[in-house]
């Protein structure tokens, strides 16, 4: 019998129903006059979903990673000086990926359970009274690690040093799910991804750009051409790709965007928080800890867990797998073995994270861990339960 | 946010993705030549999930009640007598579409609760010396009260009393979910449909018919012409159906007998009982009682649960699917009211009935239910964990 | 390689992406409070294209044969006497379906390409004026002979007798894709099916039944149990149904009708004129001769074409599958061997229709007809060249 | 009505319904053990595609574009001189995008309509007797206009001349559908994409790459990071991805290979052969020319038409999908207005074919071609009757 249970990995999300039918479709002209009529509403719904409205959003054929890539290529020139933190994996690739392309990466090592040291970056930008910092980066949400930062704080840094860095966030494990605002934090870079908050596949790096990051491509050097913003920009004005789009993505996009409007942004964060800290609750009942060292750092999209000592958590997610058919995410980086992470994003309903976690009980007292059965549901249970204001039928999933 | 709840209704089931994929299909000509390439595997394959070898499977584009009013219309003559027992709404109804068709019914009253009363059976049958009765009805698995049959013990009473009535069983929520032996039950006619264990959407009345059934229709005279079984016999024989089938359903009773095929049918109804002694499990824990009177006679494909004294039933499930965005069963006829149910058959996993068990928690709690909090969860958690022998990866769903 | 060609049979037809994915759908709960939401609308909207508002339209899960054993038994009582005429395979199945049920038929033969004799209706009408007739059956489209018949007329005669005689007309080739007249025609029974005009797969027999039907229930002894339209009306009323019903063709059903709305009835009336007439020029163009006698009776959804003597039409419509991939009609019962059929309604563009004239003057000219390639073609192109005013673009699919 | 016609562009194709089936599947986590289960035989199932067991392929979440992007970065190092001649929109675009890398592109200059101009390219390897030219650039199958080039011929000039220049191909309108033998011909870099011969959305770039090729990764330096194939090529020995990949793609990718592999690559090619000569055949009847110079160019995934003196290409296009919703292809740069494209790769049976040479007939009759109506169609089937061995019933579709 095949295995219809969740998925709890944080990206790719559980896809929606809606966004499956709205995929699938034939094949169409991307070159044909009415092509425009698909692409031009995506462009303009995608605007709120980043928090902007001074800048755009472009897409590419790609993932995250690319997202990256041409976040610092189309802006940056080799050489140029890029503050960063390395505080988990995806941080951390990021951090790789300027180096590859010749950028001289200004790293502040910070605990992987902590956020963007933003003080450190204050010091750093107050110190570069000459400008050679070219741009910051901050992971707005630290997918290992389950640490969301505050980059409405790295804007301050930057505006309190009147330094006038790039502010490049990775948003790809928030844009969608938690609250952001591109416009209002000053963040001239956002990348995004289709397979996070958009409920999608894998497929699109999809990046906000902000009038100051469009003008910083006139004089960047770094070379590009599939990832150039520029040739992307003009292709969009005209109703166009420079390049063979996906079809069913971007149908599944325009219907993704739909979803969230008609659900409201606000409403679309506030069930994140609620199924997050019916999560975290859980993990307190159980006697655990989050990798996240704080409150204020929690994320709402996904939980890393410290597994107790002696456990591997890499074994607790492979046994959860192959007991039970339910994949969580494993630790990666300087975080694997020691905790699992139970991805809640998109579309997430508590009686399906009820399952996760009492998936993730059955699977710890297998492997021996001092954990009472059914502890962490009935934690979750009582929170669901007291804030179950906003109640969906089954049936609008048609 | 849509909802991606599993449902716990007995039927239709939560239909696997490979389901789904095989029945998007594209119309076909079904008077084309290899028309024939697609059905015949389908009757064969069939077979075994009746338990029959000597019997053929007959397919109505209808439901149940259309494979009930097939079974009795082809075999039995207005005016016929009718043995019968009335222990739930589905045995009713079939007692009911009977008197329309002008079926003399003899109907033994039985608590619902209680299976089919084959000593009262055995008893009508010893008396009815000069064979007035024509044919014997039999609910398997009565979905009102999750009760199911001795089917065996009925056909002893037939043969004790040597008795040439035909057996007519109706197997709508059992055939495809729990063992079935249409030979060696000597069940004559045997009635399924395609959205039970067959885990399609409603639309399919599937019938079984023994040598002795078939007989029996040369000289039955109910009118019938959409119902004829000798005409749809004829055009299967011949590759084809005597009005348009559809092939959508076709195509996924294909698949879904091969996704039978391939897991096993012990396989198949130790899944199920697993499942549903995890329900029942936490059902114990909560300190409430099953509709069925006795082990013997619970049913592993629906649970129907007794709410205690001074509670509605019907404002339980109304709560969990208005609440919580999940379906279970309301109580039917006699026991509306005093009954829930859990639909626990077709692609049903423990990680899924323990979301539908941490639900049903949470309701009966928010309407004051003397219940604890993840008590039935954990009580399901601690059987599904020492049973968990087969586990299933994520991906076998592909 | 599969093969993706259009099929030219008169149902079912092609069924349109946006309802392939209107059907692909999760299961849901058919007794929740939320499930009128789905299916008030869908009645509602059946009701003009059934060019009715003082009628209603109810659904069984059968198919068009099911529609009219429902039609006759719920309104006629055995012995009654009915008026028909055989004038192809499907007007022909109706009268043994109702000499099934123990009515008394009074048939005209008509030669089979002719419609609806109403002048000899109208003299029996006339004749009969103890009113012993208690039904008139017409067959609006004959898909057999590609002849649609003068169901106005057939009212007229009905008026001018004062017949108080039930009319009732088989339109599954028709409805929905032909002007229909309920209420106009005085029309008491409307037998439609989801495989033709409705352009989903079969399994849904659509009846459409008058007031002066309605009462006629009250008495008519016919038995019915699965086909009872009173229960069937008294659960739509409530919401629900008295057996499961297809979710996923209740899905297609609604998206079907929001199809032909937005086209607008007159408007798909005449793209199905538009389409008809194109392959009417290829058979001129051919030389060849269609079964329909006369203008006035040309079907615009199916055209049934005589093959020269000395061939053989079955061999043809084989043929073409088989070298081609593109299912053609057979000849039915009279004209077996004697006519093919060309599908074309439902989604069927100007361009689908050429690729299938355009294969049958390939497999006409393999089997030795004396037909040139590309004549029938270039007439239908000259035709559909300067009736093509109303464009769509191919995006418009999604 | 929304339309259902077939697609006449030369990528994305018309996707079977057998793929598009495959492509509708839920999420799964690509970091499991069993992933490597999908991923392993795609990549085995992609060699023999590519003509190649010595090499590998691999799999870019990306476009052809990326491809190009993919297969020069990491074998070349910027102010590396690359043999490249201009003869084609994509030719022009492979070049383009070298100059941005930093590559000093030697381009040779050929007409539109010509292929890769070998004897220059053997002259200038010749005359590089201290190989300077460190890649020679080839585009196989020109998509703008129509022209195959003799890859094999370009190899030999390199052997000829004893250099060792990398071969990177352009294969993207030919790999899957084309004759390509990535051994045989000596290609160290080869590209296609989903969206052609795969008959996929667009949204993978398929690299092909040589032992040689992977070895000048270790010395190339030209920067890239998503691009990076030796950190894909070790994710993928692992079973595994560097970032997220396209579920839905991969699970298309194994269907389409399963497709091409059933079918048999000889069969594949004489399919796009005899699909392609049809469509010639219409074209000689309609008294145009080709865009490519001479029969050994022509292509057989897309034809381009040169429209007579006078007319606008781009004017015909829209009306085709304005008037009647057929999408062709435009002419693109250097033959923007003067051709046309129809393209006719991938899932493309005759009788679609005549269907698309139907209405290029009917469009070019409505802006004042002197064309006759039928005639191309004609000639079409004249040679689709002649060579209509290999018939493929319409149910092999499912």
Redesign the interface.
């Known amino acids: 019998?095949?295995?219809?249970?969740?998925?709890f990995?944080p990206?790719?999300?559980?896809?929606?129903?809606?966004l499956?039918?709205?995929?699938?479709?034939?094949?169409?002209?991307?070159?044909?006059?009415?092509?425009v009529?698909?692409i031009r509403p995506v462009f303009e719904n995608l605007k709120p979903v980043f928090g902007t409205s001074a800048g755009q959003v472009v897409l590419f054929?790609?993932?995250?990673?690319?997202g990256?890539?041409a976040a610092i290529t189309n802006t940056l020139s080799?050489g140029d000086t890029v503050l960063a933190a390395r505080h988990g994996m995806f941080s951390q690739r990021w951090i790789?990926?300027c180096r590859?392309?010749?950028l001289d990466m200004r790293v502040f090592e910070a605990p992987w359970g902590e956020g963007v040291p933003v003080e450190a970056f204050a010091k750093a930008l107050a110190a570069d009274t000459d400008h050679r910092i070219k741009a910051v980066l901050a992971t707005h949400n630290e997918t290992a690690t389950g640490v969301r930062s505050d980059i409405a704080a790295v804007r301050q840094a930057l505006t309190v040093a009147d330094h006038p860095a790039l502010l490049c966030v990775d948003g790809v494990s928030s844009i969608g799910s938690l609250d952001f605002r591109m416009d209002e934090w000053g963040v001239d870079l956002a990348v995004a991804?289709s397979?996070k908050g958009f409920m999608l596949?894998?497929?699109l790096a999809i990046v906000g750009v902000s009038p100051k990051a469009r003008a910083a491509m006139e004089t960047a050097t770094?070379?590009?051409?599939?990832?150039?913003m520029r040739d992307m920009m003009a292709a969009n004005a005209a109703g166009s790709f420079?390049?063979?789009?996906?079809?069913?993505?971007l149908?599944g996009l325009r219907e993704s965007l739909a979803?969230l409007a008609e659900?409201g942004r606000e409403a679309?964060h506030a069930?994140h928080h609620r199924i997050a800290e019916g999560v975290r609750r859980a993990v307190a009942a159980w006697g655990l800890s989050l990798c996240a060292r704080r409150p204020a750092l929690y994320s709402d999209t996904v939980t890393a867990i410290l597994v107790p000592d002696g456990y591997d958590a890499g074994a607790l997610v492979?046994h959860a797998?192959?007991?039970?058919?339910?994949?969580f995410?494993?630790g990666l980086g300087d975080v694997a073995g020691t905790v699992f992470r139970i991805g809640h994003l998109g579309?997430m309903?508590?009686?399906?994270a009820?399952?996760g976690l009492?998936?993730a009980?059955?699977a710890m007292?297998?492997l021996g861990y001092p954990i009472?059965?059914?502890?962490g549901?009935?934690a979750a249970?009582?929170y669901?339960?007291e804030t179950?204001a906003h109640?969906?039928?089954?049936?609008?999933?048609?």
């Open positions: 019998m095949s295995n219809p249970n969740p998925i990995i990206g790719p999300t559980n896809i929606p129903e809606r499956r039918r709205a995929m699938d479709v034939a094949s169409r002209d991307h070159r044909a006059p009415d092509f009529d698909l054929p790609a993932t995250g990673t690319g990256w890539e080799p790789d990926l590859r392309h010749g991804g397979q596949p894998a497929g770094c070379p590009r051409a599939f990832f150039d420079p390049y063979t789009p996906s079809v069913p993505l149908c979803m659900e679309v069930r492979a797998y192959t007991r039970y058919g339910v994949p995410g494993i579309q309903t508590d009686v399906m009820l399952s009492a998936t009980e059955m007292v297998d009472t059965l059914g502890s549901v009935a249970q009582a669901y339960r179950a109640a969906v039928p089954a049936a609008a999933a048609a």
